[in-house]
C-alpha cells in the first residue's frame, strides 16, 4: 500500500521536529473508520461500517522497535481483516470487523483485554467510534478479506464483569465513572484508590483502576498499569472505605439523587 501520499508519508517520517511532523500529518486525509456520520460525533452516527480499527503506538509499547515485524505478527490473528504501518512509522495499527457493532464499545473493551494478554497495549481512544485515522504508506501492508468478525465482548458496566460480592462498591464505582469525576487528581489519592481496589479485587480491580483514573487530563496507560502493579504489592491497610471517602469528597454517594 504505497498510495497517492507516499511522498507527504515519507517527508513525515523524515522530519524530527515534533511539531513541524503533528502539522505535516494534519494536513493528511483522514477517515472514520467505524461508521459514517452527520457530524463527527457519536451521537451523529448515521451507520456503522462494522469496523473497528486499533492503534498500537510507541509511546505504549516502548519495548518495540521492529515495527514491521509486529504487522507481521498480528497477520496471524484470525479477526484482522488490514494492518500497516502508522504515518510515523513508529507505530501500526489494524483494522478488525466487529459481529456486534452495535456494542462498539463492549467490543473494544473485550479487544482491549484480548491485544493486553498478547502484549500489546491498544490506545484508549479507539473506543471513540468517530476516532480518525490518517492515511499512511505501507508497501507491506497486510490485507485479508475474509477475516472473522470478532465475538467477544466485556459489558461497560463493572457490575456486569465482576463478582456479585461488594455489590455496594461497585455500584459507587459504576457512579463515579458515569459521571466522569476524576477522584485521582493527587498522586496520593491515585495511590490509596489503587490500594484500595487491589486490597478488595485484586487483579480483577485493574481494569476498575483504568476506568477510575482515565478521567485525569494526564491519563497514561502504561503508568497506570505501573501504579496497579504497585498497589497489588503494597497495598497497605486500605479498603472499600478508601473509595467511599474519596466519592465523598467528590460528592458522590449510593443515596439517590
Not at 511539531?19 to 451521537?43: C, H, N, Q, Y
Not at 507481521?72 to 512509522?89: K, Y
Not at 462498591?169 to 477522584?183: A, E, F, G, H, T
Not at 481494569?207 to 497497605?236: N, W
Request: glycine share 4%; aromatic share 10%.
Amino acid at each position: 500500500m504505497e498510495g497517492d501520499y507516499q511522498k507527504e508519508v515519507n517527508a513525515i517520517r523524515r522530519e524530527r521536529n515534533k511539531e513541524i511532523r503533528d502539522s505535516l500529518k494534519a494536513k493528511l486525509p483522514a477517515v472514520t473508520i467505524s461508521g459514517t456520520f452527520t457530524e463527527r460525533k457519536k451521537s451523529c452516527l448515521i451507520k456503522h461500517s462494522g469496523l473497528i480499527c486499533l492503534d498500537i503506538d510507541s509511546k505504549q509499547n516502548p519495548s518495540i522497535i521492529n515495527w514491521q515485524q509486529i504487522v507481521r505478527e498480528l497477520s496471524d490473528i484470525i479477526n484482522i481483516t488490514f494492518a500497516a504501518l502508522s504515518v510515523s512509522g513508529h507505530g501500526c495499527f489494524v483494522i478488525i470487523p466487529l459481529a456486534f457493532p452495535e456494542r462498539h464499545l463492549e467490543q473494544f473493551n473485550a479487544l482491549r483485554s484480548d491485544f493486553r494478554s498478547l502484549g500489546y497495549n491498544i490506545d484508549a481512544a479507539c473506543s471513540d467510534v468517530c476516532r480518525l485515522r490518517g492515511m499512511t504508506s505501507d508497501t507491506k501492508a497486510y490485507y485479508n478479506s475474509h477475516a472473522e468478525p470478532y465475538r467477544r465482548i466485556i459489558k461497560n458496566k463493572i457490575t456486569n464483569i465482576m463478582a456479585d460480592n461488594h455489590t455496594d462498591c461497585l455500584q459507587l464505582i459504576n457512579k463515579i465513572i458515569s459521571k466522569k469525576v476524576d477522584i485521582t487528581s493527587e498522586y496520593k489519592n491515585w495511590y490509596e484508590v489503587g490500594a484500595s481496589l487491589a486490597a478488595t479485587y485484586g487483579e480483577r480491580g485493574r481494569e476498575l483502576f483504568h476506568q477510575l483514573s482515565r478521567f485525569y487530563p494526564k491519563y497514561d496507560q502504561i503508568e497506570c498499569d505501573k501504579q496497579y502493579d504497585h498497589c497489588l504489592k503494597h497495598p497497605g491497610n486500605y479498603s472499600q472505605a478508601t473509595l467511599y471517602y474519596y466519592a465523598k469528597q467528590s460528592g458522590i454517594s449510593l443515596k439517590p439523587n
